[in-house]
C-alpha cells in the first residue's frame, strides 16, 4: 500500500465517500487509488470550477465533505472562485493538491507555485504531506478540520513522492467535534443591538 491508497482509505472510513476530480499527472497515483476503491465514487470534471463547485454543493446538500482532486496551484486557482463561496456558507470540502515531489520542487518546473499561498486565503486548514507515513494522519487532520467548528474547506497538499510511496501508515481515525455552545455574551451583544435600533436588520 502506498501512499495515495493511504489516503484514499482514510477517506473513506472517515465518511468521504465522493471525489469531484480533475487530475493531472502529480495525481496519477491518487487515481490508481480510485480505481482500487470502490466505496469512494469519483466524479470527473472537464474543469476545476465544475469540481470545486459540485463539491461545494455536494457538502452543502448533505453535510458531508466530499474531497476534490486538484492538479497543483493553477488547478486549485482554476476552481477557487466556488472555494470563496463554501468558505462564506461554512460547506465542509476536502481538497487535495497534488504537488511535485518533495525533491523536484528545488527545480522551479514549470507548473511549479506556492501552493501553500495560494490555497491560504479560502481554507480553513493547510498542510502537505511530506512522506507516505504522515498522508494517513495528515488526511484525518483534514477531514476533521473541515467539520469545524466552523465547517468549511481544507486543502491537503499531496506530494507525488508521498502518494507513489510504500508505507505501514494505512488509515487513521479522524474525529468530528459536536457543535460548541453558544457564548452567552455575544448573543446579549446581539441582542442590545437590536434592542437598541431604529429600524433594525438582520442578514443571515
Known amino acids: 500500500m502506498n501512499g495515495a491508497d493511504a489516503l484514499m482509505r482514510t477517506l473513506v472510513e472517515n465518511g468521504v465517500t465522493a471525489c469531484f476530480a480533475n487530475p493531472g ?15 469512494m465514487r469519483p466524479v470527473l470534471c472537464l474543469f476545476e470550477g465544475v469540481a470545486t463547485g459540485a463539491a461545494d454543493g455536494y457538502g452543502r446538500m448533505t453535510g458531508t465533505p466530499a474531497c476534490t482532486l486538484l492538479h497543483l496551484g493553477p488547478g486549485y486557482g482554476n476552481g477557487l472562485a466556488n472555494l470563496h463561496n463554501a468558505r462564506r456558507a461554512y460547506t465542509p470540502i ?6 511535485h515531489a518533495t525533491y523536484h520542487r528545488q527545480y522551479d518546473a514549470p507548473l511549479n507555485s506556492d501552493i501553500p499561498s495560494i490555497v491560504a486565503a479560502n481554507s ?5 504531506a511530506d512522506s507516505p507515513d504522515e ?6 487532520e483534514a477531514i476533521t478540520a473541515s467539520h469545524g467548528p ?9 506530494p507525488a513522492d508521498a502518494a507513489w510511496t510504500d508505507t505501514s501508515v494505512t488509515f487513521a481515525p479522524a474525529s468530528r467535534p459536536g457543535p460548541r455552545a453558544p457564548d452567552g455574551e455575544a448573543v ?4 442590545r443591538a437590536i434592542r437598541s435600533a431604529k429600524a433594525p436588520v438582520v442578514l443571515i
Do not use: R, Y
Open 188 to 191: 446579549e451583544a446581539a441582542a
Open 150 to 158: 466552523p465547517a468549511g474547506p481544507v486543502s491537503l497538499i499531496l
Open 124 to 128: 480553513l486548514w493547510v498542510k502537505s
Open 94 to 99: 476536502v481538497n487535495v493538491v497534488g504537488d
Open 135 to 140: 498522508v494517513a494522519a495528515v488526511t484525518a
Open 25 to 39: 499527472t502529480s495525481e496519477m497515483q491518487f487515481v490508481s487509488a480510485l480505481d482500487g476503491q470502490p466505496a
